[in-house]
């Protein structure tokens, strides 16, 4: 039994509160008052997976910004580029379903999705 188990906590699967659906959507992110340009390539009402070539800190405050949605988010966890965002709030369901529409029509394009793939080990 480890520590974190014994004291009540749950496994990180555990955590989420909402199913993440893929996409693909530029967004803007201010970190430690700096902006920077990242992708989401997963959403839900309560986070996202990011890829960005400066990530935060984990645990990190940030702010979001895509297609007009402004939110405020937590980093989870960081792995290399990739990291997971945990909203403050949950995006109000209407414009969750436009980020969706768009993110997975970006998903559809014909041209190639490099960031998508696994860097190769």
Not at 6 to 21: I, N, P
Not at 35 to 53: E, V, Y
Request: hydrophobic share 45%.
């Amino acid at each position: 039994m480890s520590i974190a188990s014994a004291l009540g906590f749950k496994r990180r699967s555990d955590l989420r509160q909402s199913e993440r659906s893929r996409v693909f959507l530029t967004a803007k992110m201010l970190v430690s008052g700096r902006p920077c340009q990242i992708h989401l390539l997963d959403l839900s009402r309560q986070g996202a997976l990011a890829h960005g070539t400066e990530p935060p800190l984990d645990g990190e405050i940030v702010w979001l910004v895509c297609r007009g949605v402004e939110l405020l988010a937590r980093t989870a966890w960081i792995k290399g580029n990739r990291f997971g965002l945990a909203f403050d709030s949950g995006i109000p369901t209407a414009k969750y379903d436009i980020l969706l529409k768009e993110g997975r029509l970006a998903l559809s394009s014909p041209k190639p999705l490099s960031i998508l793939q696994p860097a190769a080990a």
